[in-house]
């Protein structure tokens, strides 16, 4: 062979080496943690994924969002060790993950969230009811424009919620749309579905006529949130700390993780430092509301 | 009488002067077309650059990123994008150039060229999330319960192969597969005739031609097919969103796992999926930071086919017919 | 012939060896695309099946309501009829703005640009067919949405807010609410179909012999008379076929419309209002579907509805091309 051809056969075999090499694993064991579902808890789950990577540095947690939904069925086809849903498990659901894993689905609550009903700077109304936001957000309601809510304010409610498998859209139809003869209110048609938190936040930014409902943890200095009451005329709460752990503020609901059959091990050091005063402390950073 | 041999007989009537003013009114106009398209797009690029002049540094592509990309650079997303290039080539450009291969030399003149004719048109004109919907269904859910099957211990997580970069680059090949086609067949068809004919009157097989005339003087097209595919593979999305890539995974900061981060069977990050998620998924993400991946990944697309095109033009500058 | 070119070419000269397997390998790639494009078919069908029978195929065609996850106790509504016009509506306002400015570019380039000019602008024309998709939607939400929206706000009750109302140009007297709209969109995938329209149509005009365009000009036509009266009768078909090509690119465009037009499920009543096509549901949606459920086969259903639509259009654009007979060139 000449010398020219040994050479690059040398260095392919050299580089293929090397990349082989890189594929075993690393000496120290390393685990992965699979955290899949809610779109809320997206940033406050790879928050605390990185955190956690400082106390245990050989425990990767990889964070993927996808709706509460996604997170439930990943735990029931067992492509996920831990499910974060921003809604509570429903009885079929359980069924499921004990019919295919054979195991209990076990529920940690690890947080507390107050949806928090967002509007522009612009906009000078300052709160609202729930009946209110019945009327705006349900199908069929007659709330289109800001000037039926309030004469200070004026133009089409320009209006964003979450995208239709997400824990937080569910919840916020059940909690706001309410019944109507008997049967679950469907949202009304025109509701722009954003993917993530994030996204519905920055679009009522940018939009002076627009409503939004989110997570509380997502508030930023560029927009509003309206405080909110059950009826019209009753003193309406802000989103905080103690509206939402003490019922008071209308939309709080908590945030859970669950798995399939008790987590031991790894897993369950990791959701006893979540739910110690290190993780609670991220909660809070991150803008939600710790449990205690 | 004077005047009528005064007069030019060759002057333009006065239809004749109207029309050829309308004529050069519409090469402006047209002139102006060509202006609204270039200078839109000259002043988008200015935009995007300038918004992004703050972070774009060696770092900020060394770095991987930090604190859900609000910060750090662009590494992890840079090698995912270049593994999945070279990995989308690996499977495309064999099976490319030897379709038209086969196409050219083989089957000409048949009713099998039309019809792989019409499917290469086809399959260029799939929309990209049927392509990603077709990677979910093919490789996702039907290649990797198989090889599981096979491969896997059911016991030890870590043995599973997942939608990653084999996934995603499998997708991405049968994506560009009508580009690789489209161009080495124009690079064969540029031979001349000549060339085969004078091998095979030499006693040459038809392979022998192939290989040793045919598949050299056409590398120029070939080449710049194979560029044109790579600077695709980095640019698009949607087959990719479900196939393979994730937003945030853990990458090394140093040593051999920087370089080679990714193995073929667990996801990924890609510079496309980055931009996209960072655009308008995490809040309060400092806008010079969506403006400088936009321009990373703009100028490594326009890097790429700027050396296509000087590729074209100096391989054709040498070509000797 | 050197001595060394002659010991290369013996070297390689075991591949003859391989004629056989060779060759054979060679035609099974040249079945590979249509093994593809039968793969894809095959494979999206097989995801979607267990839904087809079960769908209300007028329901589908005909509803707006998109409602794969109802409240409990609802039953699930897939009604396509707003994504069909959402695809629809952004196709033909980027088909209104990309046709004349492409086919007039096509012909700028290839008949009045000379030597520098023509090079620069195949190159430049080349260069931002490159632009990814995701990048054009970067765009359309970061740059032009901003813009879009600044020209269609008004306070209400001036003449501009009432223009607008009149012209369906916003919905609201406030003028447009969001800058990810039906025009933004449009105004994106326009610029992104432009390239493919001019290099196409640039290919049809040169395909045209110079022999028309010599015997114009002998019987004293300008460039203008020659490109109106001569050459776009001539190269009809393929003008043709690249509108129709641009047209099929337009509709199967998903990320930069997904990033674009805002995330709106309805039917737009004015130009400014946002809107949601075919190609952004499945994108969006797909993530958070849950495998193998109704909402999971409905999004490949969509997919058999873009895919036969793309499909369709490319084979009647070859046809319209190279006629029924199928004359390669």
């Known amino acids: 062979m000449t010398t020219y051809r040994k050479t690059l056969s040398l260095g392919i075999s050299a580089v293929t080496a090397l990349f082989l090499v890189a594929q075993t694993p690393a000496a120290d064991k390393k685990v992965e943690i699979r955290a899949k579902g809610s779109d809320t808890m997206v940033q406050l789950a790879t928050a605390w994924a990185e955190a956690y990577r400082k106390v245990k540095p050989n425990v990767f947690v990889n964070v993927n969002g996808g709706g509460s939904g996604t997170g439930i069925a990943a735990l029931q086809n067992g492509s996920t060790d831990l499910c974060n849903a921003s809604r509570e498990i429903k009885p079929e659901e359980k069924e499921k993950v004990k019919a295919t894993s054979g195991k209990e689905v076990k529920e940690y609550a690890v947080a507390i969230d107050a949806l928090a009903v967002y509007s522009n700077k612009a906009n000078p109304i300052k709160e609202i009811s729930v009946e209110e936001l019945r009327e705006i957000w349900a199908e069929g309601g007659a709330t289109t424009t800001w000037e039926q809510v309030s004469p200070k304010f004026k133009g089409k409610i320009a209006l964003f919620g979450r995208q239709n498998n997400s824990g937080t859209y569910d919840y916020f139809r059940e909690h706001i749309c309410g019944k109507k003869d008997g049967k679950q209110r469907e949202f009304r048609p025109g509701i722009s579905e954003m993917n993530g938190s994030a996204d519905v936040v920055e679009n009522v930014t940018k939009t002076p006529t627009a409503l939004g409902y989110s997570g509380m943890g997502y508030k930023t200095p560029d927009v509003n949130w309206l405080k909110v009451s059950n009826k019209k005329g009753e003193p309406a709460v802000e989103p905080g700390a103690d509206a939402a752990r003490s019922g008071k503020y209308p939309i709080s609901r908590k945030l859970y993780i669950y798995t399939a059959g008790e987590a031991t091990g790894e897993m369950k050091a990791y959701i006893d430092w979540i739910l110690s005063p290190a993780g609670q402390k991220i909660v809070e950073q991150e803008g939600f509301v710790p449990l205690k | ?321 | 012939m050197s001595e060394k070119a002659n010991a290369r070419r013996r070297k390689f000269q075991f591949l003859d060896a391989l004629e056989l397997p060779t060759e054979w390998i060679i035609r099974l790639c040249g079945w590979s695309s249509i093994i593809g494009i039968a793969a894809i078919f095959l494979f999206i069908f097989r995801e979607a099946a267990p839904m087809v029978p079960k769908l209300d195929w007028i329901h589908f065609f005909t509803s707006p309501r998109w409602i794969p996850n109802p409240g409990t106790g609802n039953d699930a509504s897939f009604g396509a009829l707003a994504l069909l016009v959402g695809t629809f509506t952004t196709t033909f306002i980027a088909l209104i703005i990309s046709v004349p400015i492409g086919l007039g570019a096509a012909v700028y380039v290839s008949e009045f640009a000379k030597g520098k000019t023509k090079e620069t602008l195949k190159i430049i024309i080349e260069l931002l067919a490159a632009i990814p998709s995701i990048v054009w939607g970067f765009i359309g939400l970061m740059i032009l949405g901003p813009i879009v929206k600044w020209i269609f706000t008004a306070q209400p009750d001036t003449w501009w807010s009432h223009t607008m109302l009149t012209l369906h140009l916003a919905s609201a007297d406030t003028g447009a609410a969001q800058g990810t709209n039906l025009l933004t969109g449009g105004i994106i995938l326009a610029l992104m179909s432009v390239p493919l329209v001019v290099s196409l149509s640039e290919d049809a005009l040169r395909a045209v012999p110079d022999s028309y365009r010599e015997a114009a000009l002998a019987l004293g036509a300008n460039p203008w008379e020659t490109v109106r009266r001569v050459l776009f009768p001539a190269a009809r078909n393929g003008l043709l076929a690249a509108c129709m090509l641009g047209m099929g690119r337009a509709i199967g465009e998903t990320m930069a419309v997904l990033m674009a037009t805002g995330h709106n499920n309805r039917i737009p009543a004015a130009l400014t209002d946002p809107v949601r096509t075919m190609t952004a549901t499945i994108a969006a949606e797909m993530g958070e579907a849950v495998v193998d459920s109704d909402h999971y086969r409905m999004l490949f259903v969509l997919g058999i509805v873009l895919f036969v639509m793309t499909c369709g259009i490319n084979v009647a654009a070859d046809i319209i091309v190279k006629g029924v007979k199928g004359k390669t060139k």
Not at chain 2, 64 to 92: D, R
Not at chain 2, 216 to 230: A, R
Not at chain 2, 276 to 300: D, R, T, W, Y
Request: charged share 15%; hydrophobic share 55%.
């Open chain 2, 1 to 321: 009488m004077n005047a009528a041999t005064n007069a030019n007989p060759f002057a333009a009537s006065e239809f004749e002067q109207r029309k050829n003013r309308r004529a050069i009114v519409m090469k402006w106009v047209l002139f102006g077309f060509c202006a609204i398209l270039v200078i839109p797009l000259v002043g988008i690029l200015l935009d995007i650059f300038i918004k992004a002049a703050p972070v774009l540094s060696f770092d900020y592509l060394w770095e991987n990123p930090v604190n859900k990309g609000k910060q750090g650079g662009l590494w992890a997303p840079l090698m995912g994008t270049f593994y999945l290039v070279i990995g989308s080539l690996l499977f495309v450009a064999p099976i490319g150039v030897f379709a038209a291969v086969y196409m050219n030399e083989y089957a000409r003149d048949g009713w099998i060229n039309r019809i792989i004719g019409i499917t290469v048109t086809s399959l260029a004109g799939v929309p990209s999330i049927v392509h990603g919907l077709f990677g979910v269904g093919a490789f996702v859910l039907f290649m990797l319960p198989a090889i599981n099957r096979v491969v896997a211990d059911p016991n030890d997580r870590s043995t599973k192969w997942e939608a990653g970069l084999l996934t995603a680059s499998l997708t991405i090949a049968v994506m560009n597969l009508p580009v690789v086609i489209a161009s080495t067949r124009e690079a064969l068809g540029a031979v001349p005739q000549a060339f085969r004919e004078a091998c095979w009157n030499l006693g040459a097989t038809r392979w022998q031609t192939i290989r040793t005339v045919v598949l050299p003087n056409s590398l120029s097209g070939i080449l710049t097919g194979i560029i044109l595919v790579v600077s695709r593979a980095a640019g698009e999305t949607a087959p990719i969103l479900f196939t393979g890539a994730t937003f945030f995974r853990f990458v090394e900061d140093q040593g051999w796992g920087k370089i080679f981060p990714y193995r073929p069977a667990e996801p990924f990050m890609a510079m496309s999926m980055h931009l996209n998620i960072i655009s308008n998924q995490i809040s309060q993400m400092p806008e010079k930071m969506k403006f400088g991946c936009a321009a990373v990944l703009i100028g490594l697309i326009l890097f790429i086919n700027s050396f296509a095109i000087m590729l074209r033009v100096w391989l054709r500058g040498r070509k000797r017919w």
